[in-house]
């Protein structure tokens, strides 16, 4: 029997999938849910460094009369890049570069058959598929991470982004960003109401951020702006200790979120709310961790910072912070009892600590 990682090459490497639906869905219902998300991490990386493959070595070739040979070309990116998916090195090196191309389409037909399996088969234990998944894409993302230190002020060097590579996790929790809201807006939040996945942290970001905080056991977890839930799922199912409650103004994300919540055995300790943080009388609860990437505006924005202000002092927390949120914060860090933050990304996301009394 074929491994995961044999079975990604032969299926790769079949000219039409359609022909191979029965042997696929076999091989997918003999795989354990671990197994199985194995397969499905690695794959969707395969289509983002294939992707990048292809634009490196146009761009290597671009200015030169003979394009290098690409089995040639592509042992430069062992140690780096390809570093994660060993069992590849060898397909590629025999490769020339439109074979890449077709392995990259063959590779997103895979990942979108794969998700559609997941989303029909009855009785599928799509928690623990999610939950491994998480975890195996937290080293993917800690590798990047860490390949972006390494490089940082090469000259030349382009970079592998992963942040997009897992988006189709979200078709498995039936997260649906395209929905619109016909409702009226009554109040200025939330700016972006009727956006879609933008609105949303990345899972990079999510999973980096636990990765580096370190949360204590049985810590109570707020997000404040939760849009359709991402934060909350991954926190559930890779931290069920936690108690996590997210607050959202858009009504029907709220609703979409609790349905997922319930779908993925999380009720007791992934909350989701209906709120306008810009009310005055909107109270934050105390808690250890704070999430922030919410498009608000600056009189929201000063009402929030305002009252984790007030908790940071009697006690440390966390504030992790993303986008336009950090920019607001900064501020904080100048208080006696604030540390200055720590950056990731370019300060696309931080952390934001407090001594607490």
Not at 18 to 23: I, K, M, R
Not at 163 to 188: G, P, V
Not at 195 to 214: D, F, H, N, W
Request: proline content about 3%; some cysteine; charged content about 25%.
């Amino acid at each position: 029997m074929r491994s995961y990682q044999q079975s990604i090459i032969y299926f790769l490497q079949q000219k039409d999938l359609s022909a191979c639906e029965a042997e696929l869905i076999l091989f997918w219902k003999s795989m354990s849910a671990q197994d199985a998300a194995k397969f499905f991490t690695d794959l969707s990386f395969l289509v983002t460094v294939l992707r990048f493959l292809q634009e490196q070595y146009w761009l290597y070739n671009n200015e030169k009369p003979e394009p290098a040979q690409f089995g040639h070309f592509v042992k430069r990116f062992y140690k780096k890049e390809l570093k994660t998916v060993l069992f590849m090195h060898a397909t590629l090196e025999s490769a020339q570069v439109r074979q890449v191309e077709e392995m990259r389409k063959q590779a997103t037909l895979l990942q979108k058959a794969v998700v559609q399996f997941l989303k029909n088969e009855p009785g599928y234990d799509r928690p623990l598929f999610v939950s491994t998944c998480l975890k195996l894409m937290s080293d993917f993302f800690e590798f990047e991470y860490q390949l972006k230190i390494k490089n940082e002020g090469l000259s030349g060097y382009t970079e592998i982004s992963l942040e997009r590579t897992f988006d189709a996790l979200d078709e498995i929790f039936q997260i649906k960003c395209d929905i619109t809201c016909n409702s009226k807006i009554t109040t200025e939040e939330r700016i972006f109401e009727g956006s879609g996945v933008g609105v949303q942290s990345s899972y990079s970001t999510i999973l980096l951020a636990l990765r580096y905080l370190k949360i204590p056991q049985k810590a109570r977890f707020v997000d404040l702006g939760s849009g359709y839930g991402r934060v909350g799922f991954v926190i559930g199912l890779m931290r069920p200790d936690i108690q996590f409650h997210g607050y959202e103004f858009v009504d029907y994300r709220v609703d979409m979120s609790k349905k997922i919540s319930e779908d993925f055995n999380m009720p007791d300790h992934v909350h989701f709310y209906h709120q306008d943080l810009s009310l005055n009388n909107f109270l934050i609860p105390e808690a250890e961790v704070y999430y922030l990437f919410g498009p608000f505006t600056d009189a929201t924005y000063a009402h929030i910072i305002e009252q984790l202000n007030v908790i940071g002092a009697k006690k440390p927390i966390v504030i992790i912070t993303k986008g336009n949120a950090r920019e607001h914060f900064m501020t904080v860090m100048q208080r006696k009892h604030w540390s200055a933050p720590q950056v990731f990304h370019q300060g696309n996301f931080c952390l934001f600590r407090s001594h607490g009394r």
